[in-house]
């Protein structure tokens, strides 16, 4: 059975940085892209970031570009996002979800984890 | 920049309605959206890819149509289960980056 596991997510100040990951597991992990995609309180879906299968090609919205970066090690079955410079309207609900390359759809999402920014 | 916007925002319909969704451009594009269903205090739930390619395992009630600057999702016989928010999806390629659409909340009378 196929699964997303995200955490990491918590409580920062403004400024701050924190790392979210995505376990994953019952499938070809270092097969398939995985993006990152957020939905603030109330609000709808903002894609985040993507990364091939390979890691060699890594692509970000225009939201998040210079404060964040996506990474991922097959090896551990494992995705991350590195969030530097924090601002409140970065709080949302993070999801992680998979596509079998870039550009396709997003076939199966994990169920989140909520990150929030305030004083 | 291509602008995508969905419409209505919200939609209420009774039980064996059939209701459509609509996803439009303001320049046509040459590639088809996807469509997510999004439950209450879940995850977002891919239905059709590609403009009308039924995801495996979801219901035969749900089709995608459209091309150039109209798509839509339909949904047929509405059902009790159905209630959600509806989600259109486009990816561009230059440069490289997912878009979704607003939402369409759908409420059963």
């Known amino acids: 059975e196929v699964h997303l596991v995200e955490s990491g997510g918590g409580l920062v100040k403004p400024g701050g940085s924190l790392r979210l990951s995505c376990v994953a597991s019952g499938f070809n992990f270092s097969s398939y892209s995985i993006n990152w995609v957020r939905q603030a309180p109330g609000k709808g879906l903002e894609w985040v970031s993507c990364i091939s299968s390979s890691g060699s090609y890594i692509y970000y919205g225009d939201s998040v570009k210079g404060r964040f970066t996506i990474s991922r090690d097959n090896a551990k079955n494992s995705l991350y996002l590195q969030m530097n410079s924090l601002r409140a309207e970065d709080t949302a609900v993070y999801f992680c979800a998979r596509a079998p390359h870039v550009g396709d759809a997003f076939d199966f999402w994990g169920q989140g984890t909520v990150v929030t920014v305030s004083s | 920049d291509i602008q995508m916007t969905q419409s209505p925002s919200s939609l209420s319909a009774s039980l064996g309605d059939r209701v459509t969704i609509t996803c439009q451009t303001n320049?046509?594009?040459?590639?088809?959206l996807n469509w997510y269903q999004q439950k209450p205090g879940e995850a977002p739930k891919l239905l059709i890819y590609?403009?009308?390619n039924l995801e495996t395992g979801v219901s035969s009630r749900f089709s995608g149509g459209g091309s150039g600057t109209h798509f839509t999702l339909t949904i047929s016989n509405l059902r009790p289960e159905d209630v959600g928010t509806y989600y259109c999806q486009r990816y561009d390629n230059l440069p490289p980056k997912y878009t979704f659409g607003q939402g369409t909340k759908l409420e059963i009378k």
């Open positions: 320049q046509e594009i040459r590639i088809f």
């Open positions: 590609e403009g009308f």
